[in-house]
């Protein structure tokens, strides 16, 4: 797979995308659009049932929160379209990981605030009620109601998150994936919130904030987790896969291929992961005393920027010994 695509195509900076990328882009951005009309209909659908329940608000304020990383996959999207200039020479794809950490600390932020303040509801023991509302001239437990939106939001969430994760591992998204990740969950949280105005309906006041806690403690840990992986991509930690599992084998490839040429005696890359893009920094120890010729470099890199579109800037430097106090070591150990 090259990154030149014969077609105009869709850019990422300089970088234009496959043809398989384009169309993940553009399923991208269409589902986006689509999570948001969902969530404007379900945060007014549940601000309308909320009542006094404090899993219910809980519930509202994590469905609030997930417009968060659909609108950052947007604008960063829009935002890594311009391409380099002087006063960015590197192009403008750090916005993802900007964008990433913005969404990421508002979580945290929240999550810490539910969390405490479910916590100190439980603590006083403040009993929460539900009461009645009269719909077309009969009167209904409010509960009712509650339970009923939350079980219908439940489900598209996950379907949603599942769509998104295949495209995350496509267009390497973590902004994507993170939003992914956080879909698929959602279903417990639409759970923990019937279970938690079911308890007040059977007079187990407890049980409400309990679920808030719950609630607070799932979007606390997706902040935590998503800020921990924002800053460390923006820190330049080593590649990695979109879901942060493992070291890129993108590495180990390029590696492979630069020992297997004639003129080489050892290789070893470093990679700096820009947000969907990689800037490629590779140390080759020629096989002899004379160096290798422009044609013998430039041949090189241009097979090394034709194995995977993510390889934006490659450079190849020849030196007498491998620079190891600052390359990442083997796949299998070191910092993750």
């Given at each position: 797979m090259t990154n030149v695509d014969s077609s105009s195509g869709t850019r990422f900076g300089h970088t234009r995308l496959p043809a398989?990328?384009?169309?993940?882009l553009r399923k991208a951005r269409r589902i986006e659009w689509i999570t948001i009309g969902f969530l404007a209909v379900t945060t007014t659908l549940v601000f309308l049932v909320l009542g006094n329940s404090q899993a219910m608000k809980a519930a509202w304020i994590e469905d609030l929160l997930s417009f968060l990383p659909p609108l950052s996959f947007l604008l960063a999207a829009h935002a890594i379209r311009k391409p380099p200039s002087e006063k960015h020479p590197y192009g403008y794809h750090r916005s993802t990981g900007v964008a990433h950490l913005v969404a990421a600390v508002a979580l945290t932020v929240m999550g810490g605030y539910l969390l405490v303040e479910s916590a100190l509801g439980l603590i006083r023991a403040e009993h929460p009620t539900i009461g009645g509302i009269e719909l077309f001239g009969v009167t209904i437990w409010l509960g009712w109601l509650m339970m009923g939106v939350m079980v219908l939001t439940a489900a598209?969430?996950?379907?949603?998150?599942?769509?998104?994760?295949?495209?995350?591992?496509?267009?390497?998204?973590?902004?994507?994936?993170?939003?992914?990740?956080?879909?698929?969950?959602?279903?417990?949280?639409?759970?923990?919130?019937?279970?938690?105005?079911?308890?007040?309906?059977?007079?187990?006041?407890?049980?409400?904030?309990?679920?808030?806690?719950?609630?607070?403690a799932s979007i606390l840990h997706d902040g935590f987790k998503n800020t921990r992986a924002a800053v460390s991509a923006l820190m330049d930690k080593r590649a990695m896969t979109y879901d942060d599992s493992e070291p890129h084998p993108l590495g180990r490839r390029l590696d492979d291929y630069l020992r297997s040429l004639d003129w080489t005696g050892d290789a070893k890359s470093r990679i700096r992961d820009e947000g969907h893009v990689f800037h490629v920094e590779s140390f080759v120890v020629p096989a002899s005393q004379a160096l290798p010729t422009l044609d013998q470099l430039e041949e090189a890199r241009q097979a090394c920027i034709a194995m995977d579109w993510k390889v934006q800037d490659m450079v190849i430097v020849p030196v007498s010994e491998l620079p190891t106090e600052f390359l990442p070591g083997p796949t299998s150990g070191g910092e993750r």
């Open positions: 398989e990328q384009q169309e993940a598209p969430p996950v379907f949603l998150g599942r769509a998104k994760m295949k495209l995350a591992e496509k267009l390497h998204d973590k902004v994507l994936y993170a939003d992914a990740d956080m879909n698929k969950a959602d279903w417990m949280t639409a759970v923990a919130a019937v279970v938690g105005v079911a308890g007040i309906g059977f007079g187990l006041w407890w049980a409400d904030y309990a679920a808030a806690l719950i609630i607070a």
